[in-house]
């Protein structure tokens, strides 16, 4: 595989998952990769340019703060100014990633040096527009340095403000295609600046014309607003100059952009429009009617985002630049645009949701809710009617449209757009009835809604509605489920529970009025489930459900075939029953029910809840039953709470085996200070010392036969109360800890189960192994089960748990009577190997740092005490080995030089090194360091 | 005006759902993140995009007849913005999501909302809302083009250029421009000349070489034919006028005119390109919501424009015509297992008796395999393709003299294997589809005249202007049966 290969792979790998890939690296070895392949020559720019892009779209991972961004930044420049001058898309990209940089890692917003002097380089690209010395060629580098200059000012508003002048001249200068990208660049330095104007109390006509003239240096000092000002139709209050200023220059500065307006492309022309709006909409020395050559054009485009920026105008300006005529002739054309065959169903959507949201020039509520144009008539908008051949969505945003149209329609023709729209609502229902598919199922039910959310209240149709429905239902019960969440929704959304009753009791007769014959097992289960659902309301009687039942129950072998599901669905059809308000009146009728269940049904767990249900009915008067069968944390009482549990809500989730998740994190995982230096193999019998030496190493990796020799880490931890103050949790039974791996570096961990934690009581330890395939750093995640005194389940995350690499280091696995020299020798076997690239991945490195005496003696002291081979204080030489699951060594050599330490380092296994230079470079931090040699 | 992130993403029948494209904005993001403040919600990686997407768009668990969070009934999906549910049902939403869909292709972006983020703003006054949707419709015209479906390799090549389109036309999520069609073949365009005139931003270069403007009307006319006094029939007709100008110059000047006959019904709801200079007012009144008295301006309609390199729409508009071209009648009655069925067509006497191509399609839905078909007709030929229970009449070039053909016959449905289905078409709901081309001519009687095409340039262009009448959407219910509710132009 060649590196373009290897990165062909790394880049799309680490783009689509940026934290699955930096699990087997640091983002730091990762970027100082990246910057290294981009200074090599050989690498040819398609794959410098993907290499780029990961800075292009993620500079805040690999560079998480500000003076990383800065070295970073440093980096991309002096690659860039060493390209080739053909490298014009490369170019372009890394230009692009010093921005992105700058801008995300607040590079601007805290001034730095290399934002400041990246600033000046990109102005400087933008003014030298000799093309002719190079060639057109360089034309996009101009472009693209336009652009990097307008997002700055955009992040940073008002940057470019002093700036103005020399900016218009270029803009006039340039008459190549570029000509619209310093015209926008011009066009949002000048809106800025005239907004931060507004912020001044009082501004002399001279201040205000000294915006036009401006032609200093960047202005950092202005960035008072922050980047988070909104554009103006956003604002309750427009930001306003003063009036009188004399407005002469500006605007005829405004009048040649918007002449040359045409020459951008539509989006840009858009933007432009925006921007020159907002101009206007501040300076009350500006009149709207500067648009008006513009409006003709712009009535007739074909182009969503130019109709979009009419509306904008629209909305800033209203009667002061749109007439009444106008108004009317706008809105006919978005109602046209909004069903127009030639254009695409997202931008119809958008129109049509436009319309919704139309500015009126006298608006009768401003709420920015959806609300009807007065204009809107049932006349203008009977185009807009749905057929069951839109899609969906139109169809469901065409319907909504109506609703409104039709509610707010006075009196006489009205009636019959209404039938119109229920028809089409019964011709839905229709295809549905005909098998449509599932789509067309949702859909129908989503506009029956829509249309019950208008007109629930007009009762001849609703009852229409309610008959077809359940006609409906008596051949198609798959629907069960959609008529169910229907219901659940109208009485969520209408306070009206009218027509969802007469629904539910509809379909309670429907089931009760169907053939035995279509009483399969199939179609059973979707019964039982409305009718658990029709249980629930208190006006329903229940009579007939109980009957059939029980009918259902004696007549088929249902009994028999004891299935346990099916015996479920009917107890869970009871436990609402037992609920209901009117239980007195089928008393016997249940009991009988509940006996027969109890007596006949085939399975002992539906014969025992049965029983239950049937001793709790029988022996409890109504209050206290629904006591006992509430749900919901204001019962306290476990013991009720267990009874109601075992009797199963449905499908076996019971209110206690119901598990309560709670966001808060509850408990935490603290690490135990000491660190276990024990392997936690068990298999190292003592070795007879009396072997010879020069056999250390095999007999030190005969121990590897043995399965699972020094594969575990174990790490100890604390199990306590993270700061959380509930009180709830003061007391906390069973523990179950779950462990998740956010990579793929480890074996699965087992879960861990502790008896209990108070918050009064020393923490509990607990043990956590870890089965590394590769010993990188990782972070687990973890959550415990547990139960609360009064018996509820829980479930809460805990503070993810991050194993850093030191902590996967393990002294080499050796008895631990094995003599220092043993020892010696299997380092330096092991080093010989590694030196002679043995196994394959071996690698040794280099690691400089200066330090004094004193602390190197301490850091050897803190860090590698329990892993010294040998110690020779005297000569001031140290090797340490680092053993790491499932069998990887890294071996350091330190011996101190003049005038500093030098660590040699050997591994078995090269991709450990990142890891082992970003620990050592951690662990000398206080001191300078020198690089390293590969 | 900024979109965060972008998304190109395939779920073809059989393979895992994959991100083929993706690209984030992070200098909006960092925008985003301070205008949001507490309320900000990140763009999760794309690992889990597609799930996120495919979930909203009810294409999970296809398997499952019912699962709430892609069923809810009060998740309207009535709008070209979705949320992302990011935490699960009930947790934090990413909003607002544009989607575009084109076959197994999901195009999507998310715009920056340049507003406070509670209570959600409308839609409508977000401006990089206007903005993600041109750009998806570009991004969808780039990699699809016109046929629609790309042959996977071609879609490959046009996604790896993505890239450095966006380079061009997006560099930092500000949206600069859309993206040309697929298969625009780039011109060969020499630079601009310099000097005062400034070279427009769509328009790369300068034509040279021979002056040639072709000028291509289209139309299409659609129509729902019921055959019922108790349901009016529908037909309506809508046209755009494609351009191809090959002049030199830098902005230089031409003028199309579309004149209709006299008494000729107006032009409606005419959207025309950015390129055109200057409108009439009176050529944007006409529209098709409005009541149409006969008053309205009739033409000629005048365009002038300064065209770009490029093939382009300069405008396009509805018409509400007369009649329909072909009046159908569609008849089925049911005996035993066989369907005995009479058609008539009528060309109508205004309408050109030359076709390019005219067939008439007859789906049989809902019903056991055909079996022996024994049906004549008067005109043409008949093809049956008994596996897909269909009818093809292939009427040729001309209908019979007397402008009418029929088709008559009993057909049985003997077959013991189950056919299509369509739960439209059930019972005696039947349709004909008809498929029909008319080259030089248009149903409104909209031309654009030769001589009427302006051109002010030193060189004298050869001018080219072709129009065509083709079929869109042409239905003939069987008026024995429940056609399904008809579409909405019905009168009120």
């Known amino acids: ?934 | 005006m900024s979109i965060r992130a972008l998304w190109v993403v395939s779920h073809e029948k059989g393979e895992s759902v994959k991100v083929r494209f993706s690209r984030r904005f992070p200098t909006v993001e960092f925008r985003a993140k301070s205008l949001a403040g507490v309320q900000y919600v990140s763009v999760p990686e794309d690992r889990v995009i597609p799930q996120l997407l495919l979930t909203e768009l009810g294409l999970v668990d296809a398997d499952k007849p019912y699962v709430d969070a892609r069923d809810d009934c009060a998740r309207q999906h009535r709008s070209p913005a979705v949320e992302l549910r990011v935490d699960g049902s009930g947790g934090r939403t990413l909003w607002p999501v544009l989607i575009v869909t084109q076959g197994a292709l999901i195009l999507a972006c998310l715009p920056l909302v340049e507003a406070p983020p509670e209570p959600r703003p409308p839609l409508p006054s977000l401006a990089s809302v206007s903005q993600g949707l041109a750009l998806l419709s570009g991004l969808q015209d780039f990699l699809c083009g016109p046929g629609g479906k790309p042959e996977p390799d071609v879609l490959a090549s046009r996604l790896a250029a993505l890239p450095s389109l966006l380079l061009q036309v997006c560099p930092l999520g500000r949206p600069l421009d859309t993206p040309p069609p697929a298969g625009s073949v780039p011109v060969a365009v020499s630079p601009s000349p310099g000097g005062a005139q400034k070279q427009p931003a769509w328009k790369a270069g300068v034509h040279r070489g021979r002056a040639v403007v072709s000028v291509a009307l289209s139309e299409k006319v659609r129509s729902m034919q019921y055959g019922k006094s108790s349901r009016q029939d529908l037909w309506d007709v809508y046209g755009m006028v494609m351009c191809k100008c090959e002049v030199e110059g830098v902005l230089p000047n031409v003028t199309v005119t579309l004149t209709l006959p006299p008494n000729g019904s107006p032009l409606l709801d005419i959207l025309v390109h950015p390129c055109v200079t200057s409108l009439d007012a009176s050529i944007l009144t006409a529209c098709s919501v409005d009541e149409n008295d006969g008053s309205a301006f009739s033409g000629p309609y005048k365009f002038p424009f300064s065209p770009p390199l490029e093939l382009f729409r300069l405008c396009s508009y509805t018409s509400q015509v007369p009649v329909p071209p072909i009046l159908g009648s569609y008849q089925l009655k049911a005996e035993e297992n066989h369907l005995k069925i009479n058609v008539v067509l009528k060309l109508h006497e205004s309408v050109k008796n030359s076709f390019e191509y005219c067939e008439a399609h007859l789906p049989f839905f809902n019903k056991n395999l055909m079996g022996s078909v024994e049906v004549k007709v008067s005109s043409g030929q008949l093809e049956v393709s008994k596996e897909k229970n269909l009818l093809v009449w292939v009427l040729g070039q001309k209908f019979p003299k007397a402008r009418e053909a029929t088709l008559e016959g009993t057909i049985h449905f003997s077959g013991t294997v189950a056919g299509p289905t369509d739960p439209l078409c059930t019972g005696l709901s039947a349709y004909i589809k008809l498929y029909f081309r008319v080259p030089d001519l248009t149903l409104s009687g909209c031309c654009v005249d030769q001589h009427s095409v302006q051109v002010y340039s030193s060189a004298k262009p050869r001018i080219v202007t072709t129009r065509e009448l083709v079929s869109s959407e042409y239905y003939i219910w069987n008026s024995t049966g429940d056609a399904p509710v008809s579409s909405g132009l019905t009168a009120l």
């Not at chain 1, 680490?14 to 990769?33: D, I």
């Not at chain 1, 009317?328 to 046209?336: G, P, Y």
């Not at chain 1, 995640?781 to 005194?789: D, N, Y």
């Not at chain 1, 003696?857 to 053993?883: C, M, N, P």
């Open chain 1, 1 to 934: 595989m060649t590196i373009a290969d290897l990165w062909d792979q790394r880049i799309p790998a680490f783009l689509l998952s940026p934290s699955q890939f930096l699990a087997t690296t640091t983002s730091e070895s990762f970027l100082a990769e990246l910057l290294h392949e981009l200074r090599n020559d050989k690498a040819n720019d398609q794959v410098k340019i993907l290499l780029v892009s990961v800075l292009l779209e993620h500079p805040t991972i690999l560079c998480p703060c500000t003076s990383v961004g800065e070295e970073t930044a440093l980096e991309l420049l002096s690659v860039f100014s060493h390209m080739p001058q053909k490298s014009i898309s490369l170019k372009c990209n890394v230009m692009l990633a010093i921005t992105n940089v700058i801008i995300c890692t607040s590079c601007l917003a805290t001034h730095t040096k290399m934002a400041e002097d990246w600033l000046d380089l990109l102005f400087q690209t933008i003014q030298d527009t000799n093309d002719y010395r190079c060639g057109l060629s360089q034309q996009p580098l101009r472009a693209t340095a336009c652009d990097c200059l307008r997002e700055m000012e955009t992040c940073s508003p008002g940057l470019l403000s002093q700036k103005l002048e020399a900016l218009y001249l270029l803009k006039q200068q340039e008459t190549t295609v570029l000509h619209q990208s310093y015209c926008m660049l011009y066009t949002l330095g000048l809106k800025n600046a005239i907004r931060i104007l507004t912020n001044q109390k009082d501004v002399t006509d001279l201040e205000f014309k000294s915006i036009l003239g401006g032609n200093e240096g960047f202005a950092w000092k202005s960035n008072q607003l922050g980047l988070t000002f909104l554009p103006i139709n956003m604002m309750v209050q427009v930001p306003r100059l003063p009036p009188g200023l004399d407005c002469k220059e500006l605007k005829s500065v405004m009048s040649s952009l918007l002449e040359e307006s045409y020459l951008l492309t539509p989006t840009s022309q858009s933007a432009l429009l925006r921007e020159l709006v907002e101009v206007v909409a501040m300076v009350p020395g500006l009149s709207p009617t500067l648009f008006k050559s513009q409006l003709l054009r712009l009535f007739g485009t074909a182009e969503v985002e130019l109709m979009h920026a009419t509306l904008f105008m629209k909305e800033t300006f209203t009667d002061s630049l749109f007439t009444a005529e106008d108004e009317n002739f706008l809105l006919k054309r978005l109602v046209s645009t909004a069903q127009h065959p030639l254009l695409r169903i997202p931008e119809k959507l958008f129109y049509m949701d436009c319309i919704l949201h139309f500015p009126e020039n006298r608006p009768i509520s401003s709420s920015g809710e959806e609300s009807l144009p007065v204009l809107v008539t049932p006349r203008l908008a009977a185009s807009l009617l749905p057929t069951v051949f839109n899609d969906s969505a139109t169809m469901l945003c065409r319907l909504n449209l109506l609703c409104l149209v039709y509610l707010e329609a006075d009196e006489g023709g009205e009636d019959k757009g209404i039938d119109y729209l229920f028809n089409h609502i019964m011709a839905l229902l229709k295809i549905v009835d005909s098998d449509g598919s599932r789509e067309v199922v949702v859909t129908s039910f989503r506009a029956v809604y829509i249309f019950l959310m208008h007109f629930s209240g007009m009762e001849e149709l609703s009852e229409k509605l309610i008959d077809r429905l359940c006609d409906m239902y008596s051949r198609q019960c798959r629907l069960a489920p959609n008529l169910i969440g229907l219901v659940d929704r109208i009485q969520e959304c209408l306070d009206d529970y009218v027509w969802s009753v007469k629904l539910l009791r509809g379909l309670q007769k429907c089931i009760m009025e169907m053939p035995p014959l279509q009483l399969t097992i199939h179609n059973l289960s979707w019964h039982l489930k409305v009718l658990k659902r029709v249980a629930k309301e208190g006006q329903i009687t229940q009579r007939n459900t109980i009957y059939l039942l029980l009918n259902v129950l004696i007549n088929s072998n249902l009994c028999e075939r004891g299935k346990w599901q099916v015996g479920n669905a009917v107890l869970a059809v009871c436990r609402n029953l037992l609920e209901h308000p009117s239980i007195d009146q089928v008393f016997i009728e249940l009991a009988d029910l509940l006996q027969y269940i109890s007596v006949h049904y085939d399975d002992t767990d539906i014969k025992d809840h049965a029983r239950f249900y049937y001793s709790l009915l029988t022996n409890l008067s109504w209050e206290k039953l629904t006591g006992v069968l509430a749900k919901g944390p204001d019962v306290g009482r476990a013991k009720e709470r267990s009874h109601s549990a075992t009797m199963a809500e449905s499908e076996g989730i019971a209110s206690n085996l119901t598990l309560r998740k709670t966001e808060r994190h509850v408990l935490r995982l603290v690490k135990v200070q000491e660190k276990s230096l024990q392997s936690s193999s068990e298999s190292s019998e003592s070795l007879e010392a009396t072997e010879e030496t020069k056999k250390w190493l095999e007999v030190y990796q005969e121990q590897f036969q043995v399965p699972g020799f020094g594969s575990e880490v174990t790490l100890r931890y604390n199990l306590t109360h993270a700061n959380e103050a509930d009180t709830l949790f003061n007391r906390v039974f069973t523990i179950c800890l779950h462990f998740e791996l956010k990579d793929l570096n480890y074996a699965k961990v087992s879960d861990i189960h502790v008896p209990c934690v108070f918050r009064d009581r020393k923490p509990p330890e607990v043990n956590v192994k870890l089965r590394p395939f590769q010993p990188y750093p990782t972070t687990l995640c973890v959550s415990a089960i547990f139960t609360t005194q009064d018996g509820r389940s829980w479930h809460s995350r805990l503070p993810d748990v991050s194993v850093s690499f030191p902590e996967i280091f393990l002294p080499l696995p050796l008895p631990l009577n094995t003599s220092r020299a043993c020892k010696e020798e299997v380092f330096d076997r092991i080093w010989e190997a590694a030196a002679s690239g043995s196994p394959d991945k071996s690698a040794i490195s280099l690691f400089c740092f200066e330090t004094g005496d004193e602390s190197l003696a301490d850091l050897i002291k803190t860090h590698f005490q329990g892993y010294l081979i040998t110690d020779e204080e005297s000569k001031r030489s140290w090797k340490v080995l680092f053993f790491l699951p499932p069998m990887c060594h890294v071996l350091l050599m330190i011996t101190q030089a003049e005038d500093a330490v030098q660590v040699s380092i050997a591994t078995d296994n090269w991709e450990l090194l990142p890891f082992v230079n970003s620990y050592l470079q951690n662990i000398t931090d206080h001191s300078s360091t020198t690089g390293r040699d590969g």
